[in-house]
């Protein structure tokens, strides 16, 4: 066994055993770390959650009257009237991380008291971190026309004496899908004692979060989980709850940033038949087309996203039966099992045939939580939808059994009889008014329970029986990005605002703080319908690099010269995307308008290679220059443009002290691949 695998594993057996002892209720010896990181050091003893049960507030400390118990990493805390709660975690030493979850069970023979005020994450740190102390969040994936936009936009807050609202910072969503409003991920950090923390909240529907400073005792306090819950659990009965993950790190952001984009990688991302799941670059029919299509224009869009270097393509919204005059993709949703006839009069399986013909895996677009009224799904099962006065759509009720293997029944026919290699999974209605109504007063928050017990049942059965099948997370564009959907969903629709390069490029460089490229898609749709003159700017295509860089809408208009250029485009990106899993470097903040310049560097500090882009937005400056991270200063590096194939050299230290200098016209962007030099070079 190697050194470094039998010190992990040693570790980690450490851990468990430690857990196993009299600190087994406290959370802190439970999470190794290899140095002693200040936020490790500070965290007061405590259970790591807590929650009001029979008038008693349980946790962080552990009041008197509950018994505790541990086996292996889970550990059992009990109360006199059989209610439990069950905490399990996972520690990763290499990553100074730790994750947990907590689960309510009833072993008593009568329904538990209630359950209320649950915070699934109550960390107290003291040792003097409230002073310096900020919080790193994001907004999460909203589809504004404006720009700079709110989506994926870093923001640093400071929850201080002179904070607004007595020195918290709160996250949190409407609606019940998890980032329509804020990013279930952040960074609370001491910038004065260069340390911080990430945090991650595993779970796709309603979430809060809270980091407070408390002056008066020296201590900042982090507090999340699902609000509002209010639950009497029956015998024999159990109920799930957010995954929380937590990382110690030490030095700037970007030390935060890589360590959490490292372990996402290579602890929660699914992989693609077994194999590391990489960006990919897909063709999406929607963009200028939307429902009204035929099969006809569908080839000729085949054809003309094979010629530019496509790799799958994704037939969206309206294929199905059921869709009014108007237009409207979503009247239909729920005849999942009638095939618009008109569009495919061979059937499906005949335009699919044609997709693998020219060399294109076939993806299929789902809405499968959605139910429009009068659908087939409505009128065939009728109590399996849960409803709202004056709403035209349902929301299939996940929680049923019966709807979980009806919805996996349903994707396994498709994926088989269709051959399909790419779901778009999609999620337009905010789905929290519909389990809020359908919840019983003392049992609060079980709709919404269930449902998303459900939906990790369906996704994961799916995976494991077609493990060759991408599945990407949309939900009306980047609005359920969470820790729990990352571990079932290779890629995520960003955000349904995709038109204008300056935004993608934006959220790009927002997203990359927490994920790897390869969950976040991204597509050229240009031109609009509106765009007269139209003239296809390099930069356009380039703004798509940081991501899972794609194409939609009519590319079967575009003339050749612009189809070549996208060719060629699509061509270096293939070049690059290897490195969207690495390590991740702004060089620039994220910038609030367009007088400016813009760079980021992708760096994989396994093999001293990466590439590194800059822009010239609207800036009157005609160059800039950019100090590069991570290089090594002994070091020469060659740096290659993967256009023209030009090459120069320079020293890990030049290009990090001085920088790397790019000399471009407005609305110009550079590419510069670099890979370390086994002998040294001279400077040219």
Sequence with gaps: MPKSIFRQVRTAFAVLLFCCGLRAQSLKPCWPVHASPSFHQALDEGIGFSFAYEGQRVGPILPAGWTVSTAGTTTSYRHASGLVAVRELRAWPEFDAVEYTVKFRNEGSANSGAVSQVNAMDLVFAGGLVDGASVVSSGGGLAEEVYPPATFSIRRSYPGPMTPIDGRVTLGTVGGRSSNKDLPFFFVEN?????????????????????????????????????????????????????????????????????????????????????????????????????????PLLRQLADAAASIGQEYFLLDAGWYTGIDASGDFSTGVGNWEEIDRVKFPNGLGAFADYVRSKGLKFGLWFEPESVAKGSLLARQHPDWVLWLPNRRHGVLDYGRPEVQQWVCALFDRYIREFGIRYIRHDSNIGPLAYWDAADEPDRRGMHQIRHMEGLYRVLDWIRERHPETVLEGCASGGRRIDLESARRFHTFWISDHTADPHNVRFHLAGLNHFLPGSYQYVCYTLPLTSQKNFRALPIGFQSMFGGAFGTGGRIDLWPQTMKSQAKQ?????????????????????????????????????STGEGFVQAFRLESDEAWHGFSLKAMDPRKNYRLTDPYTGRTITATGRRLMNEGLRFQLGQLESQVWVYSALTEPAAIH
């Design 569 to 605: 485009h699509v061509e270096v990106y293939k070049k690059l995307r290897r490195f969207l899993m690495a390590d991740y470097y702004p060089l620039a903040v994220q910038s609030r308008d367009l007088d400016a310049w813009e760079a980021w560097q992708f760096h994989d500090p």
């Design 191 to 295: 910038q004065r004692k260069r340390e911080g923390l990430f945090v991650a909240l595993g779970w796709s529907g309603q979430w809060s979060a809270t980091v407070r400073a408390d002056h008066s005792r020296g201590t900042l306090l982090v507090r999340g989980g699902i609000p509002d819950l209010n639950l009497r659990l029956n015998p024999g009965e159990e109920v799930s709850g957010p995954r929380i993950l937590l990382g110690a790190y030490t030095g700037k952001l970007e030390a935060g940033v890589n360590r959490l984009r490292r372990l996402i990688r290579t602890q929660y991302a699914p992989r693609l038949g077994g194999r590391e799941f990489l960006p990919i670059a897909t063709y999406d029919h929607w963009w200028n087309i939307d429902v009204r299509f035929t099969e």
